[in-house]
């Protein structure tokens, strides 16, 4: 996995926040990441939740910030859930009655998105997506769950996310 202070270090460059300090808090720079994503939802984010509580209700972007999970899984989980902010303002309530039959096709277009996103930044989104993954497996022996897919299917949902150089 890339490290910390690499990921913070390109993030900080490709949003023009140097000045901003990494902090336990995030605030600041979690809404600069979901605004460059695209997302118009507000942010909310708490120091006393971890990134895999969070999640986008349609309204607003509720994001754990504690500092227990690696930097590059907590980019990961902030674009799949940015990424269902994204699905929501094209979709709209068309997105959310398609997600209540089927919400695996959504979730894996996040997890698909998600590394589309950090390919934007410059990293490699499908080796992330991936890491994500086989850190999941090692921590929480997460094999992957009806709604959102097989852990080979959420591992492959970046495959060619980004464009070859």
Same mark, same amino acid.
């Given at each position: ?7 913070? /270090?390109? /993030? ?154």
């Amino acid at each position: 996995m890339i490290s910390k202070p690499l990921i913070w /270090v390109t /993030v900080l460059a490709v949003l023009g926040l140097a000045d901003v300090a990494y902090a336990d808090h995030r605030q600041h720079a979690t809404e600069q990441l979901v605004k460059w994503a695209g997302c118009k939802a507000p942010v909310v984010t708490s120091d006393e939740r971890s990134v895999l509580e969070s999640f986008y209700n349609g309204k607003a972007l509720y994001v754990g910030t504690d500092t227990d999970t690696p930097y590059d899984v907590w980019l990961m989980v902030l674009f799949h859930e940015t990424a269902h902010c994204l699905q929501y303002q094209v979709h709209g309530l068309d997105m959310v009655f398609d997600y209540t039959i089927d919400p695996k096709p959504w979730e894996l277009d996040a997890d698909r998105q998600a590394a589309v996103l950090t390919c934007g930044l410059g990293l490699d989104g499908p080796k992330l997506l991936h890491d994500l993954f086989v850190w999941a497996y090692k921590e929480y022996d997460y094999t992957g769950d009806m709604e959102h897919g097989s852990l080979n299917e959420r591992i492959h949902a970046g495959d060619g996310a980004c464009p070859p150089s």
